[in-house]
T-cell receptor
Framework: RKEVEQDPGPFNVPEGATVAFNCTYS??????FFWYRQDCRKEPKLLMS???SGNEDGRFTAQLNRASQYISLLIRDSKLSDSATYLC???????????FGAGTTVTVRA | GAGVSQSPRYKVAKRGQDVALRCDPI?????LFWYQQALGQGPEFLTY????????KSGLPSDRFFAERPEGSVSTLKIQRTQQEDSAVYLC??????????????FGPGTRLTVL
């Protein structure tokens, strides 16, 4: 079983729609959680960290459920520029490696 | 400021050739990571350096893979006798936090290796 599992999608949504997706992680010792964004043929870039209390960054909302070991990302009022692959990332306590999911592809259409 | 740079951006090798991939981390960053990203997958950890010390090479797929960072800045990932299954994007990332920290890792644009 992979350490981080994601629904690969693709999620095809119209502009202005809300889209949400989850990832699950297997290592209960995971301490830090992130969403990275990766555009086609580009490097991953940090989108946002995920905190236990949940957090928002503009149109993006991230939630963490430690009991069920899943993380979610919700995008409101989708823009064409939100089209990308979103990588779920976990970071265990006292470790340096990042564990990546395979990514969820989102395509926003006009 | 300057980010992480990698060269070459694209490399085509014939099976059996040796290749060397270079990473220039963000100036002053202590930690340097190499990841391998196969098509349709997330990056997979290969190896980690703290300054010039290679603290973890557990992710290197075989003894054909070798990485070094002799002066604690630029790093080179070398693959000997390349095989078709080595075809992937090789990503380098750097961070200014030492091991155990959770500082952001900044990724370079990657080297896309194709082995024919």
């Amino acid at each position: 079983r992979k350490e981080v599992e994601q629904d690969p999608g693709p999620f095809n949504v119209p502009e202005g729609a809300t889209v949400a997706f989850n990832c699950t992680y297997s290592n209960s010792a995971s301490q830090s959680f992130f969403w990275y964004r990766q555009d086609c043929r580009k490097e991953p870039k940090l989108l946002m960290s995920v905190y236990s209390s949940g957090n928002e960054d503009g149109r993006f909302t991230a939630q963490l459920n430690r009991a069920s070991q899943y993380i979610s990302l919700l995008i409101r009022d989708s823009k064409l520029s939100d089209s990308a692959t979103y990588l779920c990332v976990v970071h265990p306590l006292n470790d340096y490696k990042l564990s990546f999911g395979a990514g969820t592809t989102v395509t926003v259409r006009a | 400021g300057a980010g992480v740079s990698q060269s070459p951006r694209y490399k085509v090798a014939k099976r059996g050739q040796d290749v060397a991939l270079r990473c220039d981390p963000i100036s002053g960053h202590v930690s340097l990571f190499w990841y391998q990203q196969a098509l349709g997958q997330g990056p997979e950890f290969l190896t980690y350096f703290q300054n010039e010390a290679q603290l973890d090479k557990s992710g290197l797929p075989s003894d054909r893979f070798f990485a070094e960072r002799p002066e604690g800045s630029v790093s080179t990932l070398k693959i000997q006798r390349t095989q078709q299954e080595d075809s992937a994007v090789y990503l380098c990332a750097s961070s200014d936090r030492t091991s155990g920290g959770t500082d952001t890792q900044y990724f370079g644009p990657g080297t896309r290796l194709t082995v024919l």
